[in-house]
């Protein structure tokens, strides 16, 4: 079972800034994106930020200009870096990695998605 290592969540201040990073326990092989999603108490998942193997990114409005998504290939390492930090960002947020392994002509093609444990990140004075 691969494990989707998450960290960098933290009490910061409003106006404040925090890096997200995020790892699998194992080398992935296959990985067509990368994101990160939040859950707030009360409200549905939000899709907030998601990276193509390409580099392609993509942003919730909410967060576009404040939030930059990377990745490091090497490492199959995503981050999250945020900016001007606000109350409304308070949120769990989950890392997900997704893609494809084919296994042969006879074995087939396999597609998985990983969820991080999450890591609670509070903007509040």
Known sequence: QVRLMESGGDLVQPGGSLRLSCAPSETLFGITTMAWHRLAPGKQRELVAAIRRSGA????????????????????????????????DTAVYYCQVVGSVDHGLSGGTEEFIHWGQGTQVTVSS
């Not at 576009?64 to 945020?82: C, E, H, P, W």
């Open 57 to 88: 990114t993509m942003y919730a409005d909410a967060v576009r200009g404040r939030f930059t998504i990377s990745m490091d290939n090497a490492k199959n390492t995503v981050y999250l870096q945020m900016n001007s930090l606000k109350p409304e």
